[in-house]
């Protein structure tokens, strides 16, 4: 049924991605043959991962390795420290997914019947019927929303996994004061 839901993730929840994170988060250069030497990863995911990180500022091209014909990429690193590294990616993730839940309507209307799912205007214009089967539509709960949900608890406790204990000590402490 949830089947278009199925593989919406966050880059950060990549298994490679983050041994990759790993590798390079206290290195102030290194490169991408290096990578895949060191991790056994393919080189096309690693760039994937290195385009992303251009992006964010965390990293920059320093220059191309020829090496008798064969091509390797020296990267240079800006932060250099594993716990600032990880807690500005996983910070500006969870952002941005929290701001994909508030544009993510609340709930849709699903067929019982075949699984189709409607926003409200889609299903409004069809008289809440299923466009598929007939069936007569009901107002549930949007998937999408608890996934995303679900990917920012897995990135908070990847938050945890690599902050000092003062800032988790910190982080209980505010928790328990809000409940
Ligand atoms: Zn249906």
């Avoid at 290194?30 to 080189?43: G, H, M, P, S, V």
């Avoid at 594993?82 to 701001?99: A, D, M, Q, T």
């Avoid at 699984?115 to 205007?121: E, I, K, Q, R, V």
Wanted: charged share 35%; hydrophobic share 35%.
């Amino acid at each position: 049924m949830s089947k278009n839901l199925i593989g919406i993730m966050s880059y950060l929840l990549n298994e490679n991605y983050l041994k990759i994170l790993e590798y390079i988060a206290d290195k102030k250069e290194f490169t991408e043959k290096e990578i895949k030497r060191q991790l056994k990863i393919k080189e096309e995911e690693i760039r994937k991962l290195l385009y992303i990180l251009e992006e964010n500022n965390i990293v920059y091209p320093i220059s191309i390795i020829n090496n008798n014909g064969k091509f390797d990429f020296r990267w240079g690193n800006r932060i250099q420290d594993k716990e600032k590294l990880f807690s500005l990616l996983i910070n500006k993730e969870i952002n941005r997914i929290n701001e994909e839940i508030k544009n993510t309507p609340k709930t849709l209307y699903y067929c019982n019947e075949c699984g189709s799912a409607y926003n409200f205007d889609e299903a409004y214009e069809n008289d809440f019927i299923c466009k598929e089967c007939g069936s007569l539509l009901t107002e549930k709960e949007n998937f999408r929303i608890i996934e995303l949900e679900n990917i920012i608890h897995n990135l908070q406790i990847l938050l945890d996994k690599y902050s000092s204990k003062v800032a988790k000590k910190e982080k209980a402490s505010r928790a328990k004061g809000k409940k």
